[in-house]
Every structure is written in C-alpha cells, then in structure tokens.
C-alpha cells in the first residue's frame, strides 16, 4: 500500500507506514506526518462545537493579540474555519472599521453571519468555484484548519486566488505527530496532516509563498499545547526585492548624501543598494582605505570633513563602533544630530515597516 501513497507536501514515494496497523504514514523527505482518511467527514452537519470549550475564551483573546499589528483600517479579511464568528467580532471590536469575512462549512456559518460580514457556508476547495467572488483580502486567517485538509497543496493553492497582491496569510497548526508536549500522537480522527516545521514551510514556498514567520510553542488547549503560527505572503523574486531595498535607500537618505565607513557591513549592506550619482564623500578612519578608490570617490581622513560642503546626510554604515564615530561627529566635527544617519536606525525603520 505504501509504494501507491504519496507525501502529500513533497510528493515522495517512498513514504512510509508510521504504524502497521494504521493507515499513517511518514516521509523521511519533509518530516511530515499523514493520515489516509477511511472516509470523508461531512462538517456541514456539525453545530456548537465551541460551546463548552473552557480554553476558548482566552485561545480568541490570544489570537487577536496576535493579529492586532497588522489591522489597518478599512481592511479587508477572511476567516476560514470561522466557526461562530467570536474571532471576527473580537477584530471588529479592535478596529470597527474592517470588513471582516468568514468561510466556515458547519452550521455554525448561521451564526457567524449574524457578527461578521459575508460568511460563505463552503468549504475551501468549493470558494473559488463560488459565483460570489472570495478574492482580494489583505489578510487570511485559518487557525487550525491545514491539519484537516486531504490535500493541503490544493488548500493553499485555493487560498492564494483569495489573497491580495500585498496581503499575507496567518495560520496555526499542532506541531508534529502529537501537537502537545505530552500526547505523543495526535488520534483525533478530523486531523490528517501533521506538519514539522519543514514541511509546513515547503508546503507553503511550493504554493508560491514566502515565509516571513515561523515559531512555535504556542498553547491552543490542554490537548493541543505544542503549536506551530507562520506568516506568509506572496513570494517576490529577488530581482524585486533588490529594487525595493535601493528605492528604499534613496528615499531614506535624500538625493545627496556621503558615507563614514568603508568596512564589512558597507559592502554588505550599503555599496550594493546605492546609486553612486547621489554620493558626495567617503569618509573613513583607517589610513590603509584612505586614498583609496570606492565608488568613483576617493576615501578621505575624517579630519577633511567640512561641515558646510556637505548637501545631505552623512551615513554612519559601521555598526560595532557606531556610537564612537557619532560622538566624533558631533563633537569634533560639529555636525548636528539631524546630519547624522546610523545604518542601524535605517534598518530597523525598514524591518518596522508594514
């Protein structure tokens, strides 16, 4: 039986039974678990399953803990597996203003649209299909769902169409065969995947995508106290990502600027990202680089510094010996504080960006 099963995240055939009596199976490939379902569950005949579960109120407390920095106003997102909505109408109370979506199949999709917007009562693999249009979301929502998908490629593939250009998936499963630090296997019978975190990041750059966040250790309930949260978004090719960086710097810096530093993080960080044309002088400390030629620049001594030739900015690119070469600057050289652009501070503008 196993040599006609295939891991369903890397396609390798050389799966194997995780236990005989069982049909489970492991890939030495990914690291992923899986289970061949005997048959298929129909959820749309499921109600209230939330109802008396004790770790729920403070499981949606923490979840929208989480997802509070990327609301913006006006957003446009999608919960899928939204159950009764108590997400969704948590998010709305944070920021009124978001559309807030759900795809939930069960009957709890009744409920759910009596809080949220537009609650489709389908399941992923039939919103595409859907005539009303599931598309354009900033972001996608899916806790605890990817675990009870046949074919988690498909899901994702699905939920990619639904996405906006710039928008980002969030999503929660229980990490390996257990999803708990004390259950060794996972017998839920809905559950079919059982992702480690190297098959659910393949899982998600086969679709596509690009992970920007991976952790794990978070407590869904008693039973699921071992789970994994990733972040994705639409894959840019590097090319892109290049031109993105540059523009980056010449907004930050201004269409003249000059450089102190000539070491390790200018040629790893700065050199590649810059436009020569916008660069006026080269400063740096170390006698063996002065004289020298960068850039089309010669490096000059600091002390040949003058404050008032300089049109822009001066760039202090060392990181190690930032707060001494700001101390020379100013103290010595008299620049103001406004002259004065750590690498370290355009950098961290750019990680704190949206």
């Not at 760039?315 to 010595?332: A, N, W």
Request: with cysteine; hydrophobic share 40%; aromatic share 8%.
């Amino acid at each position: 039986m196993a040599s006609k099963v295939k891991c369903p995240i890397c396609d390798n055939a050389s799966v194997k039974h995780a236990f005989p009596a069982e049909a489970f199976f492991s890939c030495d490939h990914c690291g992923h678990y899986f289970r061949v379902p005997e048959k298929n569950i129909d959820y749309r005949l499921q109600l209230g399953r939330n109802k008396n579960n004790p770790w729920h109120v403070s499981k949606i407390e923490n979840r929208s803990l989480w997802i509070e920095p990327f609301l913006k106003p006006h957003a446009k997102i999608l919960e899928i597996g939204c159950a009764e909505g108590d997400l969704g109408a948590k998010l709305l109370e944070m920021e009124p203003t978001l559309q807030v979506d759900g795809l939930e199949p069960s009957q709890d999709a009744k409920i759910a649209g009596q809080r949220l917007g537009t609650v489709f009562p389908i399941s992923i693999e039939e919103a595409v299909s859907s005539p009303e249009r599931v598309c354009d979301y900033d972001l996608i929502l899916a806790f605890h769902v990817f675990e009870h998908l046949a074919s988690p490629r498909l899901g994702l593939v699905q939920i990619r169409k639904m996405l906006a250009k710039e928008g980002r998936i969030l999503i929660e499963v229980p990490s390996g065969l257990g999803g708990s630090n004390h259950i060794p296997i996972d017998r839920n019978p809905e559950h079919l995947q059982f992702f480690s975190s190297s098959s659910l990041c393949l899982l998600f750059e086969r679709a596509g995508m690009e992970v920007i966040f991976l952790q794990s250790g978070y407590v869904e309930s008693l039973v699921y106290d071992r789970c994994t949260r990733l972040i994705a978004q639409q894959a840019t090719p590097a090319s892109r990502k290049v031109e993105v960086f540059t523009d980056y710097f010449t907004e930050y810096l201004g269409p003249k600027f000059s450089i102190y530093g000539i070491g390790g993080m200018f040629w790893q960080c700065v050199e590649p990202y810059i436009d020569p044309q916008h660069l006026e002088f080269l400063f740096d400390a170390d006698k063996s680089k002065q004289g020298t030629n960068v850039l089309g620049k010669p490096v000059l001594a600091p002390e040949r510094l003058r404050v008032d030739e300089l049109r822009g900015p001066i760039l202090v690119t060392s990181i190690d010996y930032e707060k001494e070469i700001i101390e020379l600057l100013s103290q010595k050289q008299g620049l103001r504080s406004s002259q004065i652009i750590p690498l370290s501070t355009l950098l961290e503008a750019q990680l704190h960006e949206p």
